[in-house]
T-cell receptor, first 114, second 113 residues
Framework: DAGVTQSPTHLIKTRGQQVTLRCSPKSGHDTVSWYQQALGQGPQFIFQYYEEEERQRGNFPDRFSGHQFPNYSSELNVNALLLGDSALYLC?????????????FGEGSRLTVL | AQSVTQLDSQVPVFEEAPVELRCNYSSSVSVYLFWYVQYPNQGLQLLLKYLSGSTLVKGINGFEAEFNKSQTSFHLRKPSVHISDTAEYFCAVCGTSYGKLTFGQGTILTVHP
């Protein structure tokens, strides 16, 4: 049983560019969340998708957007990249949107913005 | 809104010694509490969680945590650590009606031989 898979694992972009990160949830999971983990910090919640809709959003600008597909996979898009967007982006999935279900994390996509 | 404070950024300890990683939280609503572990260049793995019931929660790899509502704390303990426990540990909370996790800054546990 594959867990949460993310792609790409590493990528380098320059300021002003746009990036798309992809996530496939663990089998049987229908809810996907994205977190940003800056170096030396704890993960910060970006948003959560359930039934193809954004259900909750953290304190991130509109440059951060996402999508969930009918097969429950998800994309995170970041426009107009800033140096401060350099971080590990973690995707997590669970069965249902409430906090009782265990959240499974992928190994992340490390984004470097030059 | 919730917040989490992990009181120690780094904890060095010798192998087979006991360890406690401290976590305090703040919330205006009821919360669920979690501890996650992150090994280098990996994602996060759930160690244990408190949803309700007994305040002493046992998790994987011999870890346990105690929920103290009056002190708003959820400290993680292990009676005897191994070299393989070297990692970064994160305390997290979420409201009972939704699934957003709020994490602490992390505690780096280093186990020395």
């Amino acid at each position: 049983d594959a867990g949460v898979t993310q792609s790409p694992t590493h990528l380098i972009k320059t300021r002003g560019q746009q990036v798309t990160l992809r996530c496939s949830p663990k089998s049987g999971h229908d809810t996907v969340s994205w977190y940003q983990q800056a170096l030396g910090q704890g993960p910060q919640f970006i948003f959560q998708y359930y039934e193809e809709e954004e259900r909750q959003r953290g304190n991130f600008p509109d440059r951060f957007s996402g999508h969930q597909f009918p097969n429950y996979s998800s994309e995170l898009n970041v426009n107009a990249l800033l140096l401060g967007d350099s971080a590990l982006y973690l995707c997590a999935s669970r069965d249902g949107p409430s906090g009782t279900g265990e959240l499974f994390f992928g190994e992340g996509s490390r984004l470097t913005v030059l | 809104a919730q917040s989490v404070t992990q009181l120690d950024s780094q904890v060095p300890v010798f192998e087979e010694a006991p360890v406690e990683l401290r976590c305090n939280y703040s919330s205006s609503v009821s919360v669920y509490l979690f501890w996650y572990v992150q090994y280098p260049n990996q994602g996060l793995q759930l160690l244990l969680k408190y949803l309700s019931g007994s305040t002493l929660v046992k998790g994987i790899n011999g870890f346990e945590a105690e929920f103290n509502k009056s002190q708003t704390s959820f400290h993680l303990r292990k009676p005897s650590v191994h070299i393989s426990d070297t990692a970064e540990y994160f305390c997290a909370v979420c409201g009972t009606s939704y699934g957003k996790l709020t994490f602490g800054q992390g505690t780096i546990l280093t186990v020395h031989p």
